[in-house]
Protein backbone atom coordinates (compact mmCIF):
# COMPACT_ATOMS: atom_id res chain seq x y z
CA UNK A 1 0.00 0.00 0.00
CA UNK A 2 1.36 3.30 -0.93
CA UNK A 3 0.79 6.42 1.83
CA UNK A 4 0.28 8.59 -0.99
CA UNK A 5 -1.56 8.29 -5.06
CA UNK A 6 0.19 10.97 -6.69
CA UNK A 7 -2.30 10.43 -9.65
CA UNK A 8 -5.34 11.12 -7.30
CA UNK A 9 -3.47 14.07 -5.20
CA UNK A 10 -4.91 12.62 -2.19
CA UNK A 11 -3.15 13.30 1.23
CA UNK A 12 -1.57 9.98 3.54
CA UNK A 13 -4.59 8.36 4.88
CA UNK A 14 -3.09 6.88 7.93
CA UNK A 15 -1.96 10.00 9.65
CA UNK A 16 -4.95 11.74 8.24
CA UNK A 17 -7.10 8.94 10.30
CA UNK A 18 -5.28 9.18 13.66
CA UNK A 19 -5.72 12.85 13.35
CA UNK A 20 -9.70 12.36 12.97
CA UNK A 21 -9.81 9.68 15.51
CA UNK A 22 -8.58 11.72 18.20
CA UNK A 23 -10.10 15.58 17.59
CA UNK A 24 -13.14 16.57 18.54
CA UNK A 25 -16.11 15.67 16.81
CA UNK A 26 -17.15 19.23 16.44
CA UNK A 27 -13.56 20.89 15.15
CA UNK A 28 -12.61 17.95 13.07
CA UNK A 29 -13.28 19.44 9.84
CA UNK A 30 -11.62 21.81 10.17
CA UNK A 31 -8.34 20.56 11.59
CA UNK A 32 -8.59 18.08 9.02
CA UNK A 33 -9.17 20.62 6.60
CA UNK A 34 -6.25 22.74 7.45
CA UNK A 35 -3.80 19.46 7.21
CA UNK A 36 -5.34 19.06 3.48
CA UNK A 37 -4.88 22.42 2.23
CA UNK A 38 -1.33 22.54 3.26
CA UNK A 39 -0.69 19.14 1.63
CA UNK A 40 -2.11 20.29 -1.70
CA UNK A 41 -0.22 23.51 -1.85
CA UNK A 42 2.55 21.56 -1.04
CA UNK A 43 2.43 18.06 -2.38
CA UNK A 44 4.57 16.44 0.44
CA UNK A 45 3.90 13.56 2.12
CA UNK A 46 6.84 13.10 4.73
CA UNK A 47 5.55 16.98 5.28
CA UNK A 48 1.96 15.79 6.23
CA UNK A 49 3.02 12.89 8.51
CA UNK A 50 4.77 15.20 10.23
CA UNK A 51 2.28 18.13 10.56
CA UNK A 52 -0.14 16.01 11.48
CA UNK A 53 1.92 14.00 14.16
CA UNK A 54 3.23 17.58 15.42
CA UNK A 55 -0.52 18.05 15.99
CA UNK A 56 -1.52 15.56 17.89
CA UNK A 57 -0.62 16.97 21.88
CA UNK A 58 -2.86 20.12 20.56
CA UNK A 59 -6.00 18.00 19.21
CA UNK A 60 -5.89 15.85 22.28
CA UNK A 61 -5.52 18.84 24.63
CA UNK A 62 -8.62 20.25 22.57
CA UNK A 63 -10.43 17.33 23.25
CA UNK A 64 -9.83 16.98 26.83
CA UNK A 65 -10.71 20.50 27.32
CA UNK A 66 -13.99 19.99 25.69
CA UNK A 67 -14.91 16.90 27.43
CA UNK A 68 -14.56 14.26 25.19
CA UNK A 69 -13.31 10.60 26.31
CA UNK A 70 -10.77 9.40 23.80
CA UNK A 71 -12.25 6.89 21.71
CA UNK A 72 -15.56 6.82 22.83
CA UNK A 73 -17.42 5.08 20.00
CA UNK A 74 -17.66 7.81 18.08
CA UNK A 75 -18.44 6.48 14.65
CA UNK A 76 -17.18 9.39 12.49
CA UNK A 77 -13.66 8.70 14.27
CA UNK A 78 -14.26 4.62 13.31
CA UNK A 79 -14.90 5.55 9.78
CA UNK A 80 -12.19 7.56 9.69
CA UNK A 81 -10.06 4.60 9.87
CA UNK A 82 -11.75 3.04 7.36
CA UNK A 83 -11.54 5.65 4.71
Do not use: C, K, N
Request: proline share 10%; charged share 25%; glycine share 10%.
Amino acid sequence: MRPFDGAQGRPPRVPRAIVRLFAPPQDRAAIVGDLDEEFHQHHSTSEYWRQALASLPSVLRLRWQRGGVLGGGDPAAAAALRE
